[in-house]
C-alpha cells in the first residue's frame, strides 16, 4: 500500500496520549494514527487484516492441539511449535509471515528444526522432498501457479499462494491452519514410519478436495 507524508495540526496532549498507547501495543505514532483513522472510516488496512489472519490462527490452536501458537499483535509473522515422535522428542517450528502487497504470494511458511542425528535429518528431508512433489502434482494444476520452495540448514520453506478465490480473513486463517496441522501430522507419521508416500499423498489429496480455500 503506498504512503504518502502528510502534515496534521494536533493537540499537544493528545500526541502525547498517542505516543503512549503506541508503546504499549509495540507499534509507532504514525502506524497507530493510520490504523485509527482506517477504523473509523471503516477501512481494512493490510496491517489489520493481517493482525486479524494471525490472531484468528492462534484462537483456532486452542488447547489440546499438537501445535503450540506464539503471536505478538500489530507484527506481520507468527512461531508455532511441536514435538516429533522421535528419541528425544526434537521440536519442530513453524513460521509463518504475511506480506502487506497484493502479491502473486501472500507470505512464506518456514519449517525450523535442529538435530544432530544424521538419520532424523535424512528423514526429514526425505519427507520435504515428497511433500514438495506431492503438491507440484495436485496443488499446481488447480491454482495454476507452483509454490516456491527452498530446504537449507535444517529450514524448509514454502511460499504462500494468493487464495484461489476471495475470502474472509476468517476462512484465510482456517485454510492456513488447516494446511499446518495436516503438515505436521503427516510429518511426524512419515519420520515414525506410520504412513507410506502413497498413504501421505491420499491424505493430502483428500483434504484439497474438501478444502474450500487453497492456498
Not at 483513522?37 to 493490510?46: D, F, G, I, K, R
Request: glycine share 4%; with cysteine.
Amino acid at each position: 500500500m503506498k504512503k504518502t507524508l502528510y502534515s496534521l495540526m494536533l493537540n499537544d496532549e493528545v500526541v502525547r496520549e498517542v505516543d503512549l498507547l503506541a508503546h504499549r501495543l509495540g507499534t509507532n505514532r504514525s502506524a497507530l494514527i493510520n490504523q485509527i483513522l482506517a477504523e473509523y472510516v471503516n477501512y481494512v488496512t493490510p496491517e489489520r487484516r493481517i493482525n486479524d489472519i494471525l490472531s484468528t490462527i492462534e484462537q483456532l490452536m486452542g488447547p489440546g492441539s499438537d501445535l503450540i501458537p506464539y503471536f505478538a499483535k500489530n507484527t506481520s509473522s507468527m512461531s508455532l511449535k511441536s514435538s516429533l515422535e522421535y528419541k528425544y522428542r526434537p521440536t519442530v517450528k513453524y513460521e509463518v509471515e504475511l506480506y502487506r502487497g497484493p502479491e502473486e504470494y501472500i507470505g512464506e511458511l518456514s519449517v525450523v528444526f535442529r538435530t544432530q542425528s544424521a538419520a532424523l535429518i535424512s528423514a526429514m528431508t526425505e519427507f520435504f522432498r515428497l511433500w514438495k512433489s506431492i503438491e507440484d502434482a495436485h496443488l499446481a494444476p488447480l491454482t495454476g501457479h507452483r509454490q516456491r520452495f527452498a530446504l537449507y540448514d535444517g529450514r524448509f520453506t514454502r511460499s504462500i499462494s494468493a487464495p484461489d478465490r476471495d475470502c474472509t480473513s476468517e476462512q484465510l486463517a482456517s485454510a492456513l491452519s488447516e494446511y499446518i496441522k495436516l503438515f505436521d501430522r503427516m510429518m511426524k507419521a512419515y519420520v515414525s514410519g506410520r504412513l507410506t508416500p502413497h498413504e501421505i499423498e491420499a491424505a493430502y489429496y483428500s483434504q484439497m478436495l474438501n478444502s474450500p480455500v487453497h492456498i
